[in-house]
T-cell receptor
Framework: GDSVTQMEGPVTLSEEAFLTINCTYTATGYPSLFWYVQYPGEGLQLLLKATKADDKGSNKGFEATYRKETTSFHLEKGSVQVSDSAVYFCALRRAGRRALTFGSGTRLQVQP | GAVVSQHPSWVICKSGTSVKIECRSLDFQATTMFWYRQFPKQSLMLMATSNEGSKATYEQGVEKDKFLINHASLTLSTLTVTSAHPEDSSFYIC?????????????FGPGTRLTVL
């Protein structure tokens, strides 16, 4: 079945450091890929998405590229801020299906 | 943006009792709502898909009679955990979808933490 694997956290960085959170997936066909972010006490929010191979999703300085050859969708940001501290979830949605399959989440802690 | 609320945000109950969790879309009509369950340090696991006015579709391994889902209107879905036991303790999250331009967008509630004593 479908699955998403992402790096375990927590990831602790200093402000302005470079961020990478790895995500790989297993799925049949060509799924859409997503990154969601969950701030403390809030629901998951869509951060970015990509719907086909080589697409790059971007938002708020975060980027991720849909790599079919490596079945990956790694999240990157060039310079993190304290306000980026949250839990990040990688997810996929198989074509023709509305529900999402999530990774286990990675907690990011950014220190001033 | 679209907002989804859940009530209560946390609940503690005795073993054998039933607990109802509400999921509401506050400023949009949701044709479909999803219920997820999250264990500590694990991913969200889909429990069921709920379409307004019809029976919910449960994922394999989820007991229909234990987790009753009702989607009576386009803004409200409820999950009732019947005869709860300590192993049902978990974080329950709902999401609601609205189709815009043919693209589904899911909006998530903040979750409900259930503790069964």
């Amino acid at each position: 079945g479908d699955s998403v694997t992402q790096m375990e956290g927590p990831v602790t960085l200093s402000e302005e450091a470079f961020l990478t959170i790895n995500c790989t997936y297993t799925a049949t066909g060509y799924p859409s890929l997503f990154w969601y972010v969950q701030y403390p006490g809030e629901g998951l929010q869509l951060l970015l998405k990509a719907t086909k191979a080589d697409d790059k999703g971007s938002n708020k300085g975060f980027e991720a590229t849909y790599r079919k050859e490596t079945t990956s969708f790694h999240l990157e940001k060039g310079s993190v801020q304290v306000s980026d501290s949250a839990v990040y979830f990688c997810a996929l949605r198989r074509a023709g299906r509305r529900a999402l399959t999530f990774g286990s989440g990675t907690r990011l802690q950014v220190q001033p | 943006g679209a907002v989804v609320s859940q009530h209560p945000s946390w609940v503690i109950c005795k073993s054998g009792t039933s607990v109802k969790i509400e999921c509401r879309s506050l400023d949009f009509q949701a044709t479909t709502m999803f219920w997820y369950r999250q264990f500590p340090k694990q991913s969200l696991m889909l429990m069921a898909t709920s379409n307004e006015g019809s029976k919910a579709t449960y994922e394999q391994g989820v007991e229909k009679d234990k987790f009753l889902i009702n989607h009576a209107s386009l803004t409200l879905s409820t999950l009732t955990v019947t005869s709860a036991h300590p192993e049902d303790s978990s974080f329950y999250i709902c999401s609601a979808t609205t189709s815009s331009g043919g693209t589904d967008t899911q909006y998530f509630g903040p979750g409900t933490r259930l503790t069964v004593l």
